[in-house]
């Protein structure tokens, strides 16, 4: 995996355990499915989306009896900038 993310240039910083191009869009990690929707429906001039690590609570990382994390789902430009899509 790390070939495929350096390949598409994906930051450090930004990295999580999945890769995924979708629709041209770049999806790291474990950004939950209404998110890509948007992202879909909206197309905001960006190279993806990203929740990085794997945050309790993210899609697939729930664990019985535990209190889901607050995380945040990132947009990220060409040259790594990022902004707050959505939180939880």
Request: aromatic share 6%; charged share 25%.
């Amino acid at each position: 995996m790390g070939a495929v993310k350096s390949r598409h240039a994906i930051p450090a910083a930004l990295e999580a355990c999945h890769t995924a191009i979708v629709e041209g869009y770049l999806i790291e990690g474990h950004v939950p499915a209404k998110d890509l929707r948007r992202l879909l429906t909206e197309r905001p001039d960006v190279k993806g989306l990203s929740v990085p690590g794997m945050p309790v609570g993210s899609p697939g990382m729930e664990v019985p009896g535990r209190e889901a994390e607050h995380y945040d789902v990132l947009t990220f430009d060409e040259e790594g900038r990022t902004s707050v899509f959505s939180q939880y």
